[in-house]
């Protein structure tokens, strides 16, 4: 209706321009160009003033690539994940099912980071993206196990409301290891291989699940490697997600415990976040210089990496905080 009363409008332009001079002409016919950009549903002027959700894929996956092999450290695994099930999920013209994943790995290894990165290169530069990702954080947004009941209707209602507005919505849940049981299998309708479910089809949304549980079981894989001198990269894949699967399912203190996300195989990938090491901890704080605005400083980068770099006690070769605390310590140290 609204595109049809702006071309009735248009139409009368011919009849009020001859009523005008070139000045007032130009400036009428400029407002009745911005006029119909913002009454058109996905004009490139409505998307740059307003938020809206536009169902063109534009994820770069040549630009996410080079953002995650730059900014992100020792996760060649995580990388490579992502990368995989992104592309398959936005090539696929009608995917299915939601691209759901499930990050594993201790604190500081980059979870968030390579989650917020996602959300970066999800939308159009310059498109506000706040109404599009929707970050749910386990402490702040379900405090209390005693309110599970509540906390399901809402997370339903909140889900079902926001892919209705935006296909390609992204929700990202934090803190997983401290969700309440059976929370989370709330949301199981909406991750699985259905058309639709009440008029709304949900296969392009993405769904991403951070999660501390599981990260002493990649840590104690990656020892044994390194004890048994492979490189890290040598770190098989299958068997990693394979123990974080049963880790997390039988973990009391996952927000998985039990959960029939994992039963029914709801959850498409598992991907682990390594524990970084003494050469990973020193690019973070390289990098923590450069957005600080300081100039290299070997030495600085060396100390503080050596001080985190605590894990095991005797061999001393993982950051058991990762690189979260690397930004403090580098504006301490300056």
Not at 20 to 40: E, H, K, Y
Not at 179 to 189: A, N, R
Not at 231 to 256: A, C, D, H, T, W
């Amino acid at each position: 209706m609204k595109l049809l009363n702006a071309a009735g409008f248009l139409i009368l332009v011919p009849t009020f321009m001859l009523a005008l001079d070139p000045l007032s002409t130009s400036i009428f016919m400029g407002g009745a160009a911005v006029a119909w950009q913002l009454l058109s549903p996905h004009s490139w002027l409505k998307c740059s003033l307003l938020e809206c959700c536009n169902m063109k894929d534009t994820l770069n996956l040549s630009v996410l690539k080079m953002d995650l092999e730059q900014k992100v450290f020792g996760q060649h695994l995580a990388v490579q994940i992502v990368l995989r099930a992104l592309r398959a999920n936005v090539y696929s013209k009608w995917p299915k099912k939601p691209l759901v994943m499930s990050f594993h790995g201790w604190t500081g290894t980059g979870k968030s980071f390579v989650s917020s990165i996602i959300a970066e290169n999800l939308y159009q530069l310059n498109i506000p993206r706040r109404r599009f990702v929707h970050h749910f954080s386990t402490v702040l947004h379900f405090p209390h196990a005693s309110h599970v009941h509540l906390y399901k209707e809402q997370l339903q209602n909140w889900i079902q409301g926001n892919v209705s507005a935006c296909p390609r919505s992204l929700f990202i849940f934090s803190e997983m290891d401290q969700m309440p049981h059976g929370l989370i299998d709330s949301i199981m309708p909406f991750l699985g291989y259905r058309e639709e479910i009440d008029g709304v089809y949900y296969g392009k949304a993405i769904f991403l699940f951070l999660n501390n549980a599981g990260g002493d079981k990649i840590t104690e894989i990656a020892l044994d490697h390194w004890r048994r001198q492979k490189r890290r990269e040598e770190i098989p894949l299958k068997e990693l997600q394979s123990l974080m699967s049963e880790e997390i399912f039988s973990n009391v203190n996952s927000g998985f415990f039990h959960s029939q996300l994992i039963q029914k195989n709801l959850i498409d990938y598992f991907i682990p976040f390594l524990p970084l090491e003494y050469k990973h901890v020193r690019e973070c704080v390289r990098e923590e210089l450069r957005l600080q605005g300081h100039l290299e400083d070997e030495d600085l980068m060396t100390e503080i990496a050596l001080a985190m770099t605590d894990y095991p006690s005797k061999e001393r070769l993982y950051s058991s905080k990762g690189c979260k605390s690397v930004a403090p310590r580098v504006t301490l140290s300056i």
